[in-house]
């Protein structure tokens, strides 16, 4: 049971260099989730996305886009890497539901911009 | 939007002792709080949730409370062992899904043997 799976695992950018973070889940979850965490800080929202085709903004999304073409796949794209944004990126799904609304995470991907 | 705030940012405790992370949120309509575990280097994982119908829940060495008026909930693990050191995360939300799902800045546990 793999759960969610992020790739890859770390990266070193140079400014202005562009890359997209995978993320994808088999859980059959409708919710995915992209968050940052900087050092000594929580989790930051950046997007969203409550179904294949349907994404958006969350606290933090400047400098970051997304897509949802199918419900297993959710990658995060930085076009020009800035040193702000070196950071922890988590990639999370859930199942909306009432009853089961527990966030499943990915490993993490560490980003550093140089 | 929802302004949650978490402390203290460290705590260490003897191993055996109990240990209290609070938790404070700003929007009244909040009405789903869990709580993460954080090992090091791993992924957040979510240890026990409370919903706001609900003022106390236990799970074994781990209780959550909530105070709704007050709006303020905490986390208590008791006779902690060295494995429950980690850094431990609250949030806030008031959707049945995690897309506003507000984190807490963290609480660095370290349990001393």
């Known amino acids: 049971n793999a759960g969610v799976t992020q790739t890859p695992k770390f990266r070193i950018l140079k400014i202005g260099q562009s890359m997209t973070l995978q993320c994808t889940q088999d859980m059959n979850h409708n919710y995915m989730y992209w968050y940052r965490q900087d050092p000594g800080m929580g989790l930051k929202l950046i997007y969203y996305?409550?179904?294949?085709?349907?994404?958006d903004k969350g606290e933090v999304p400047n400098g970051y886009n997304v897509s949802r073409s199918t419900t297993e796949d959710f990658p995060l794209r930085l076009e020009l890497a800035a040193p702000s944004q070196t950071s922890v990126y988590f990639c999370?799904?859930?199942?909306?539901?009432?009853?089961?609304?527990?966030?499943?995470f990915g490993q993490g991907t560490r980003l550093t911009v140089v | 939007g929802e302004n949650v705030e978490q402390h203290p940012s460290t705590l260490s405790v003897q191993e055996g002792d109990s240990a209290v992370i609070k938790c404070t949120y700003s929007?009244?309509?909040?009405?789903?709080f869990p709580w993460y575990k954080q090992e090091l280097g791993k992924r957040p994982q979510l240890i026990i949730d409370i919903r706001s119908n609900v003022g106390e829940k236990k799970d074994q060495r781990i209780a959550v409370t909530l105070n709704k008026t007050a709006k303020h909930f905490s986390l208590h693990i008791t006779e902690t062992q060295p494995e429950d050191s980690a850094v431990y995360f609250c949030a806030a939300s008031w959707a049945a899904g995690a897309n506003n799902l507000f984190f807490g800045t963290g609480t660095r546990l370290t349990v001393i043997p």
């Open positions: 996305s409550v179904g294949a085709g349907i994404t």
């Open positions: 929007d009244s309509a909040s009405n789903y």
């Open positions: 999370a799904s859930s199942y909306s539901r009432q009853s089961n609304t527990e966030a499943f």
